[in-house]
Nanobody, 121 residues
Framework: QVQLVESGGGLVQAGGSLRLSCAAS????????MGWFRQAPGKEREFVAA????????AYADSVKGRFTISRDNAKNTVYLQMNSPKPEDTAVYYC??????????????WGQGTQVTVSS
């Protein structure tokens, strides 16, 4: 198993930037695909981005493609989400996820506690 702790959330103006971090613990961290999901008030949790265990493959929701970048540093057991040009509709609680594969992440994953991101216009 793996334990996940997110950080880096906060208030940011539209057009600014923010970087979220997810610190992972566990002996098998580098065997997991990692991802970010978000949940806005009154909405279901939705997929944002994911990265394979090796870092060679990534996936993004269309809504964030070209603006957000996911990366990982296995030596530091950390996954990042770089948020450039955020929009008010990006406001949500962002959750870090770990799963065996990107494809199974939505249905079978470990989750962090979440970090709030608020984008002001």
């Amino acid at each position: 198993q793996v334990q996940l702790v997110e950080s880096g959330g906060g208030l940011v103006q539209a057009g600014g930037s923010l970087r979220l971090s997810c610190a992972a613990s566990g002996r098998t961290f580098n065997n997991y695909a990692m991802g970010w999901f978000r949940q806005a008030p009154g909405k279901e949790r939705e997929f944002v981005a994911a990265i394979t265990w090796s870092g060679s493959g990534t996936a993004y929701a269309d809504s964030v493609k070209g603006r957000f970048t996911i990366s990982r540093d296995n030596a530091k057991n950390t996954v990042y989400l770089q948020m450039n040009s955020p929009k008010p509709e990006d406001t949500a609680v962002y959750y870090c996820a770990a799963a065996l594969t990107i494809q199974t992440m939505t249905s079978n994953a470990y989750w962090g506690q979440g970090t709030q991101v608020t984008v002001s216009s």
